[in-house]
């Protein structure tokens, strides 16, 4: 079980701090369109590599902090039935759906993007746009990135189901531990 938990906290750690890291690229997208914006509305001129760079960017961001959103739980989920459940239910539910779910969406995107990526890289493909930046095979590389990291960070939340379902939720890594919803006072009071 240590063992595991070890493989856990190591996916969790490279998630996390490529999400940090990927995170930082917002502020460069806010740089490169305010930039676009002044220069278009202000002064008249355009660059078209400078408008494919703040969308290149926010799809590298976006890919690249998958794994980090899931490790944080941030992603959209419809919680009717998964908020008021139980730590133990809450990991089956969990475990379920990684395995059934999103797993299979990772195979599923790394498989079908793989030849669209080789393709890609084998003609080094650019921009589509004349005056466009180069280096678009870089960015599509991104979607096997992301499949890589979200499948991993899968993997560490279904090892953090069998770790409490286990019996053993102290070795579940901090970053991916179940969060404890706060108690109201009626709550506090029985």
């Known amino acids: 079980m240590q063992a595991i938990a070890f493989c856990a ?4 750690s490279i998630n996390y701090w ?3 890291s990927f995170s930082w690229l917002s502020l460069g997208i806010v740089a490169v369109c305010f930039t676009v914006v002044v220069q278009r509305y202000v002064f008249a001129v355009s660059y078209v590599w400078m408008q494919d760079l703040y969308i290149w960017l926010n799809g590298a961001m976006f890919t690249g902090v ?19 459940a139980s730590i133990k239910r809450k990991a089956a539910i969990d475990l379920i759906g ?3 779910f999103l797993l299979p969406f990772s195979w599923v995107v790394y498989t079908y993007s793989m030849p669209f ?4 890289w084998g003609y080094y493909e650019s921009s589509a746009n004349v005056g466009g930046m180069p280096g678009l095979f ?3 590389t991104f979607i096997i990135g992301f499949a890589a990291l979200l499948a991993l960070q899968g993997l560490a939340m279904a090892i953090r189901s069998v770790l409490v379902l286990g019996g053993r939720p102290d070795l579940v890594p901090a970053r991916i531990q179940y969060p404890v919803p ?4 009626a709550q506090r009071e029985i």
């Open 98 to 100: 990684v395995v059934l």
């Open 18 to 20: 490529l999400g940090k």
């Open 138 to 140: 870089i960015l599509k």
């Open 66 to 84: 998958a794994g980090f959103a899931l490790m944080r739980d941030d992603h959209v989920r419809v919680d009717i039935f998964y908020r008021p």
């Open 9 to 12: 906290r190591v996916i969790c």
């Open 182 to 185: 706060e108690m109201t006072d």
């Open 117 to 120: 990526v080789q393709r890609s």
